[in-house]
Nanobody
Framework: QVHLVESGGGLVQPGGALRLSCAAS????????MGWYRQAPGKQRELVAS???????TFADSVKGRFTISRDNAKNTMYLEMNSLTPEDTAVYYC??????????WGQGTQVTISS
């Protein structure tokens, strides 16, 4: 079974940047449409960025122009570059497949906190 491990979160000031990583235990990024999700306290988990096997990317309106998603198939790793961070970006960030029918076990996520 494939395991997903997110890392790279932390505490940064508004306007700062972070790069999150999602490491998979198998070669999945060339197979599945993958995404980064986030869940803020008291809110539902939401998809903020996705990348399909062709490399095409999509972003939620709330992060468009600030976040970049990429993957390195050779390293079985996916990334989320986050810039111009605001307190509204505070959440636990997870990676997983885009389509529920292909869902993998959720990892532990990585906490991102934006605060001065």
């Amino acid at each position: 079974q494939v395991h997903l491990v997110e890392s790279g979160g932390g505490l940064v000031q508004p306007g700062g940047a972070l790069r999150l990583s999602c490491a998979a235990s198998g070669s999945i990024f060339s197979i599945y449409a993958m995404g980064w999700y986030r869940q803020a306290p008291g809110k539902q988990r939401e998809l903020v960025a996705s990348i399909i096997s062709s490399g095409r990317t999509t972003f939620a309106d709330s992060v468009k122009g600030r976040f970049t998603i990429s993957r390195d198939n050779a390293k079985n790793t996916m990334y989320l570059e986050m810039n111009s961070l605001t307190p509204e970006d505070t959440a636990v960030y997870y990676c997983n497949t885009v389509f529920p029918s292909e869902r993998l076990p959720w990892g532990q996520g990585t906490q991102v906190t934006i605060s001065s």
